[in-house]
């Protein structure tokens, strides 16, 4: 059963908790809730007390009357730990979830043990993104979230995962249609006004995974090199012939990355 955060700011969010030993967080992307995480939760909740939120707006958790930002989902991930009353966690980010980490890691990082990123990155967006994410504010504004979704989901594929995973694609789309129109708006407004977060890779002393798709559309390679380069503590992990969602694309590898980032960050 999901627990529900109770926060003023946050009334009526919800996460669910299972498992015993050292505190994991796993933080969904955009477009997803806490099932994105289905995998791992079944992998790591044998070693660790996995705690899995649905992001305000996504999921069972309502969108907040404040004006949505990345930084808001840090404050989020604060209560959260404030109310289980954990002293250190680690904080596994994919994506849109990825960024809240780093703003997590920025504001709060004597919470952290360590962090991952999964298919996500410490750059702003560039003009050209900046772009692209207000056109699709706009086409949800006129056409629907529907049609929107209906032709991103498939892009967070590689060209393989979908000629094999359509089932497992067809259940992210599900999942991702119950998000609010509002939700959609309002986390790409959100994501076109967060600033760099490359300082916060620059400036920690803690361990930071890096997993990368090689096939990930919206992740360049390249530039996820790029960043992994710049951490002082840096595991990088690729996962080959994968796009932008490993968690159900290569589950068991990816699962295998986590648990030895863990078993490394927490010297196991």
């Known amino acids: 059963m999901p627990t529900e955060l109770k926060s003023d700011r946050f009334a009526k969010c919800v996460y669910t908790k299972s498992g015993q030993g050292f505190p994991i967080i796993l933080l969904h992307g955009f477009a997803e809730d806490h099932h994105i995480w289905k995998y791992q939760l079944a992998a790591l909740k044998t070693n660790y007390t996995v705690i899995v939120p649905d992001l305000p707006g996504s999921g069972l958790s309502p969108l907040p009357k404040e004006e949505m930002s990345i930084e808001l989902f840090a404050d989020f991930v604060f209560d959260i730990i404030q109310q289980e009353q954990l002293e250190k966690i680690i904080l596994i980010g994919h994506s849109m979830g990825g960024y ?5 890691a920025e504001k709060y990082e004597s919470y952290l043990a360590a962090f991952s990123l999964v298919h996500s990155s410490a750059y702003d967006d560039d003009d050209a993104k900046k772009t692209n994410r207000q056109k699709t504010i706009k086409l949800i504004q006129n056409n629907g979230k529907e ?60 361990p930071v995974q890096f997993i990368i798709g090689t096939d990930d559309n919206a992740v360049p390679f390249s530039q996820s090199l790029q960043q992994a380069a710049i951490a002082k503590i840096a595991k990088v992990d690729i996962l080959r012939h994968v796009g932008h969602s490993g968690m159900v694309e290569s589950p068991t590898l990816l699962n295998a990355m986590l648990n030895s980032f863990l078993k490394y960050a927490l010297k196991l």
């Open 147 to 206: 049609v929107f979704l209906n032709a991103m989901i498939p892009n967070l594929y590689s060209e393989l995962s979908k000629k094999t995973l359509q089932s497992e694609m067809n259940e992210h789309l599900a999942n991702a249609l119950k998000i609010s129109a509002d939700s959609l708006q309002a986390y790409y407004t959100a994501m076109i006004h967060r600033p760099s977060k490359i300082s916060v890779l620059e400036n920690t002393s803690l």
């Open 100 to 104: 809240a980490t780093l703003a997590f």
